[in-house]
């Protein structure tokens, strides 16, 4: 039966490549996003800076594998089997729990989710344990608690001091460089730059020298003996090496920018990589353990040799290296997590991902209080000096960037010293959670978050956070479930599981894919964004405007009709589905106001002006459309769900026949807006002045009903809202395809 747990094995590596992939994408492009976002430098040459750092890492990484081998459970306690099992469900988890997360462009936590993986799965097999043996020993002896408390604790409080010193160290550096950073440089850059490096030198090489593998004891502690020598030759060095650059006409920052992604890529892989391949590694040492024992039994086998210090091969660590690289160039997922915490830290307004909500609001408005507080005490003359200090109207951004390369630098060399720190005192700390709060500080220094933004980046933020401790919870109940089923299936069951696991991944990616295919409106927009020819702009503006346009109506044709249809048909699902969808819909229209706004002020400002009232009437149109989908389906919905009578097939025959025709000028006006053809504006205002008095004939009509006693109220009330409003988006189409006729065409 041996060649079972060699088959798990086999597994575990398969299962540790996929982990690799789908962890690198969710994880891995954290230490990608300032530079990304400031543009430092093309894709390509930042791709190559950080596989050096990621390979670097890598061999720094040895020393945290310890984590996955015995941070966590303690291996003397559990056989051979239990701990096979339990590297199985870390592992199936992990795979479809990162995977969710990157398909939802969310940014979590692979530290979080292995560490309580782990622990949901030692949980299930000590609980067996401890019940087998009659309760002499606890929890304490089968889990490593003390040191599970600090991982957790040092995972909490990294997001709390990241955030704290992305914001300071982010205003003061914006109090000395300002936006218009290249007239305030002079003799400071040298100065920053060195402080930069050196401390980038220490963290990673000083700090992280003890894990390498060709380090001799005789090397580390000469090192540690002349530790303040070597950081001031290197702040001396550095301090006149940035200097002489900076005469030489080189921008320091982009230099640091590219040092810093070196740095947390290099931070990220010795951190990290424990989390995509020390579990697989642990069940590789077990199963070298079990054959060369002699055992039989795997049952019997106890696996106390985890307790060694972990020696990794490598030709591990080096094709790991290589397969989180490809992931990170290739991975269409990774850049979808990229743009959430990039669309969060933005400088400016823009597409803003996340809504408005109330606890959002709150903190927003305690927030401008305290701050309005502040400002009341502090002297008039440092007010006016600070103000001036953060003025950005004349920020220095490269073309298409989110914000400028003093904010990068801070980002990256803060991220890269906590992380290094961390994996330095052997703590597993969150590369997602640091990169992240470090960014989102540095934004609010930066005075990134608008009054008219602020609540929808505290929301994302709020949103962020909120999934990394579903992160925790889904990721410890659900190890601790697949444990359990794996301790009473056995092996079957462990087969099939990760099969399951694997089937799932394929799924997901094919409907990620078939999710993704039509993004076209987004690539508009940006493309609006990073446009600087006035004469290029409009064209853009127009086809995105149109664009929209077209979904939006279409959208409406669909709902209407499902509306229509579920209260004909009396089916409630369909009703609830469709009302689900309308309260999407809201948000999605605010955004896309937002937006076309934005999109609207890069085009010539005259030619703006006298295309603005039209653009807001045809959008007010649009919003007037959905609100009266939304009066229709309230009632309609309540109505079918609380099972009151049909509508009667008079009532149903003759406004069906309608609902087509509105439905089919919807479509026209679709295609017309899409089309810049207003050819058959005068056309379609017949036929809908023809509807219009069709709806008012039998509205008189059911009111006759009313007064005569002839109609159930209930459903004579809900028909006459039905006419009403029906009437009123036909009124509401034919005004906004005269607006949407004066937009395009003056």
């Known amino acids: 039966m041996d060649f079972i747990y060699l088959g798990f094995v086999i597994f575990l590596f398969v299962l540790a490549v996929s982990d690799?992939?789908?962890?690198?994408?969710?994880?891995?492009?954290?230490?990608?996003?300032?530079?990304?976002?400031?543009?430092?430098?093309?894709?390509?040459?930042?791709?190559?800076?950080?596989?050096?750092?990621?390979?670097?890492?890598?061999?720094?990484?040895?020393?945290?594998?310890?984590?996955?081998?015995?941070?966590?459970?303690?291996?003397?306690?559990?056989?051979?089997?239990?701990?096979?099992?339990?590297?199985?469900?870390?592992?199936?988890?992990d795979i479809i729990l990162l995977d969710v997360f990157n398909s939802l462009g969310m940014p979590t936590s692979t530290t979080v989710?292995?560490?309580?993986?782990?622990?949901?799965?030692?949980?299930?097999?000590?609980?067996?344990?401890?019940?087998?043996?009659?309760?002499?020993?606890?929890?304490?002896?089968?889990?490593?608690?003390?040191?599970?408390?600090?991982?957790?604790?040092?995972?909490?409080?990294?997001?709390?001091?990241?955030?704290?010193?992305?914001?300071?160290?982010?205003?003061?550096?914006?109090?000395?460089?300002?936006?218009?950073?290249?007239?305030?440089?002079?003799?400071?850059?040298?100065?920053?730059?060195?402080?930069?490096?050196?401390?980038?030198?220490?963290?990673?090489?000083?700090?992280?020298?003890?894990?390498?593998?060709?380090?001799?004891?005789?090397?580390?502690?000469?090192?540690?003996?002349?530790?303040?020598?070597?950081?001031?030759?290197?702040?001396?060095?550095?301090?006149?090496?940035?200097?002489?650059?900076?005469?030489?006409?080189?921008?320091?920052?982009?230099?640091?920018?590219?040092?810093?992604?070196?740095?947390?890529?290099?931070?990220?892989?010795?951190?990290?990589?424990?989390?995509?391949?020390?579990?697989?590694?642990?069940?590789?040492?077990?199963?070298l353990d079990y054959m060369a024992s002699g055992e039989t039994d795997p049952d019997a086998h106890m696996m106390g040799v985890l307790n060694s210090p972990a020696k990794t091969p490598l030709i591990f660590l080096v094709l790991a290296g290589i397969v989180m690289v490809i992931a990170l160039a290739t991975s269409k997922k990774a850049h979808n997590v990229t743009k959430t915490e990039i669309s969060l830290a933005k400088q400016d307004e823009g597409d803003e991902m996340f809504g408005s909500s109330k606890v959002a609001r709150s903190i927003v408005r305690w927030s401008s209080s305290m701050a309005n507080?502040?400002?009341?005490?502090?002297?008039?003359?440092?007010?006016?000096?600070?103000?001036?200090?953060?003025?950005?109207?004349?920020?220095?951004?490269?073309?298409?960037?989110?914000?400028?390369?003093v904010r990068a630098s801070v980002n990256l060399v803060v991220a890269s010293l906590l992380i290094a720190f961390g994996t330095s005192l052997k703590l597993p700390l969150s590369t997602t959670y640091v990169t992240f709060m470090v960014a989102m500080g540095s934004s609010l220094a930066d005075r990134a978050w608008s009054r008219e933004s602020a609540v929808f980046r505290v929301t994302g933020v709020l949103s962020v956070i909120g999934g990394w401790f579903v992160t925790a919870g889904v990721a410890f109940a659900s190890a601790f479930i697949i444990a359990l089923l794996m301790h009473f299936g056995g092996n079957i069951v462990a087969v099939i599981i990760v099969i399951a696991g694997l089937a799932a991944l394929i799924h997901n990616n094919i409907r990620y894919k078939e999710k993704n295919e039509d993004i076209n409106g987004d690539k508009d927009f940006r493309a609006i964004l990073s446009c600087r020819n006035a004469d290029e702009t409009w064209p853009l503006v127009s086809r995105y405007i149109a664009g929209n346009e077209y979904s939006f109506l279409n959208a409406m044709t669909d709902h209407y009709k499902d509306i229509t249809d579920g209260l004909i048909e009396e089916n409630v699902k369909v009703l609830r589905k469709t009302s689900d969808e309308l309260r999407k819909e809201k948000i999605k229209l605010k955004n896309l106001r937002r937006k076309e706004t934005l999109a609207l002020r890069h085009i010539d400002s005259e030619e703006g002006l006298r295309k603005s009232a039209w653009f807001h009437q045809r959008f007010n149109n649009m919003e007037q459309l959905y609100y009266s989908l939304r009066r229709i389906c309230e009632p309609v919905y309540e109505h079918v769900d609380n099972n009151f009578?049909?509508?009667?097939?008079?009532?149903?025959?003759?406004?069906?026949?309608?609902?087509?025709?509105?439905?089919?000028?919807?479509?026209?006006?679709?295609?017309?807006?899409?089309?810049?053809?207003?050819?058959?504006?005068?056309?379609?205002?017949?036929?809908?002045?023809?509807?219009?008095?069709?709806?008012s004939d039998m509205r008189k009509s059911l009111m006759a009903d009313i007064q005569q006693g002839d109609a159930n109220l209930t459903v004579a009330y809900l028909y006459l809202n039905l006419l009403q409003e029906s009437e009123q988006i036909t009124i509401e189409l034919q005004q906004m395809s005269r607006a949407s006729r004066k937009f395009q065409q003056g």
């Open 373 to 405: 507080g502040l400002i009341a005490i502090t002297p008039p003359k440092a007010r006016a000096w600070i103000n001036k200090r953060f003025d950005s109207t004349q920020i220095e951004m490269e073309e298409g960037a989110s914000y400028d390369l």
């Open 113 to 287: 989710s292995m560490v309580f993986e782990l622990l949901g799965a030692t949980f299930a097999f000590s609980m067996f344990e401890i019940a087998g043996n009659d309760g002499a020993l606890g929890f304490a002896d089968y889990m490593n608690t003390e040191k599970a408390l600090s991982v957790i604790m040092a995972i909490f409080v990294s997001v709390a001091l990241a955030f704290f010193f992305g914001l300071v160290i982010e205003y003061v550096c914006r109090l000395i460089f300002t936006f218009n950073y290249k007239k305030n440089l002079k003799w400071k850059i040298g100065l920053f730059g060195g402080i930069a490096a050196t401390a980038i030198i220490y963290f990673l090489l000083i700090k992280g020298a003890k894990d390498l593998s060709f380090m001799t004891p005789e090397v580390k502690g000469w090192i540690a003996s002349h530790t303040w020598e070597l950081l001031g030759i290197c702040l001396a060095s550095f301090t006149i090496l940035m200097q002489i650059l900076h005469f030489c006409r080189v921008n320091v920052f982009k230099v640091v920018v590219l040092i810093g992604t070196f740095a947390l890529a290099t931070a990220f892989a010795g951190n990290d990589l424990v989390n995509f391949i020390g579990v697989p590694l642990t069940g590789y040492d077990s199963y």
């Open 645 to 695: 009578s049909p509508l009667p097939e008079k009532y149903a025959a003759e406004f069906k026949s309608r609902r087509d025709r509105v439905t089919a000028i919807i479509g026209r006006i679709a295609t017309l807006c899409k089309d810049g053809d207003y050819a058959d504006l005068r056309s379609l205002d017949e036929d809908i002045a023809g509807l219009q008095g069709e709806f």
């Open 20 to 93: 690799l992939w789908v962890g690198v994408s969710n994880d891995a492009v954290n230490f990608l996003n300032s530079a990304i976002g400031s543009k430092v430098a093309k894709f390509r040459t930042i791709i190559i800076i950080a596989a050096i750092g990621v390979f670097f890492g890598a061999v720094m990484s040895n020393g945290m594998m310890d984590i996955a081998r015995h941070g966590i459970f303690r291996p003397e306690q559990f056989s051979f089997q239990s701990i096979m099992y339990i590297c199985l469900a870390v592992m199936v988890t």
